[in-house]
């Protein structure tokens, strides 16, 4: 039969062989679409690449920020102990500038006897 099939083309069934116009659209369609899919599927596969990449690179710019600010908040801590040891520094020169209860009164007495040796001695001279 299979010898008969190949010498006598004519003889088999056209519907096994052949598609009528709608079936065959729908194929070259189907056909259209599955390469297009495949176009798509790559694009997106290298897409993916890409994109974990710039995950990858978005990774490494966010720890170098973490890291930037772990610096900053570091030199603020600095500063402000600087500033605050500056400051202690400031009082302190500005306590030891200041003359005490006891600077004041020594001054006021030596001042005061001063010039009650002057009114004596003016009083006498005159």
Same mark, same amino acid.
């Given at each position: ?8 083309? $004519?003889? /088999? /069934?056209? #519907?096994?062989? $052949?598609?009528? %116009? &709608?079936?065959?659209?729908? @194929? ?15 694009? &997106?596969?290298? /897409? #993916?690449? #890409?994109? =974990? ?13 973490? !890291? ?6 570091? @030199?603020? #801590? @600095?500063?402000?102990?600087? /500033?605050?040891?500056?400051?202690? *520094? $400031? !009082?302190?020169?500005?306590?030891? *500038?200041?003359? +005490?209860?006891? %600077?004041? @009164? +020594? ?16 009083? =006498?001279?005159?």
């Amino acid at each position: 039969m299979l010898l008969g099939t190949f010498l006598f083309p $004519c003889l /088999s /069934s056209a #519907e096994d062989i $052949c598609f009528d %116009d &709608a079936t065959a659209a729908r @194929m070259v369609v189907a056909l259209d679409q599955a390469k297009i899919a495949e176009q798509q599927l790559v694009v &997106a596969v290298g /897409s #993916e690449a #890409e994109l =974990l990449q710039q995950k990858e690179i978005l990774a490494g710019t966010v720890k170098l920020l973490q !890291d930037q600010i772990a610096i900053y908040k570091n @030199m603020q #801590e @600095m500063q402000a102990k600087f /500033s605050d040891a500056k400051d202690k *520094a $400031c !009082d302190a020169a500005v306590k030891a *500038a200041t003359p +005490t209860f006891w %600077d004041n @009164m +020594t001054k006021y007495l030596v001042g005061g006897g001063i010039g009650a040796v002057l009114a004596v001695v003016a009083i =006498l001279l005159l």
